[in-house]
Nanobody, 115 residues
Framework: QVQLVESGGGLVQAGGSLRLSCVAS????????MGWYRQAPEKQRELVAT???????NYADSVKGRFTISRDNAKNTAYLQMNSLKPEDTAVYYC?????????WGQGTQVTVSS
C-alpha cells in the first residue's frame, strides 16, 4: 500500500521560512509528477506547486516567487521550500501524485503563520 508522509510544518512568524518534506513508500516520487496542495479552514483544497518527473515546475500565483518545489528521487522525497510566509499561507499541506490518487492522501502537515 502506498504511503505519503508529510512533515516539516509548524508555527512561524510572517516573513519566516519552512521546508516541507513528503516521503513516499516505493518509487512513486521518481516515476510520477508530484504536487503540493493545501487546505485552509473552511476552504477547498488547492494546488500550490507541481513538479514533473523531468523537473519542470509550476506554481499557483499566490506562492510564485516565494515557494520552491523540488524532488530527490533517490530518497523518494518531494520538498516544498516556503519563504516569505504570510498569514494567508496558514493551512494543512499535503502532497500527492499528479493526477491525484485519492487513496494516496496522507495526514498532511500543519503550517501556521502568525502576523
Amino acid at each position: 500500500q502506498v504511503q505519503l508522509v508529510e512533515s516539516g510544518g509548524g508555527l512561524v512568524q510572517a516573513g519566516g521560512s519552512l521546508r516541507l518534506s513528503c516521503v513516499a513508500s516505493g518509487s512513486i516520487v521518481s516515476s510520477n509528477a508530484m504536487g503540493w496542495y493545501r487546505q485552509a479552514p473552511e476552504k477547498q483544497r488547492e494546488l500550490v506547486a507541481t513538479i514533473t518527473s523531468g523537473g519542470r515546475t509550476n506554481y499557483a500565483d499566490s506562492v510564485k516567487g516565494r515557494f520552491t518545489i523540488s524532488r530527490d528521487n533517490a530518497k523518494n522525497t518531494a520538498y516544498l521550500q516556503m519563504n516569505s510566509l504570510k498569514p494567508e499561507d496558514t493551512a494543512v499541506y499535503y502532497c500527492n501524485v499528479i493526477p491525484i490518487r485519492w487513496d494516496y492522501w496522507g495526514q498532511g502537515t500543519q503550517v501556521t503563520v502568525s502576523s
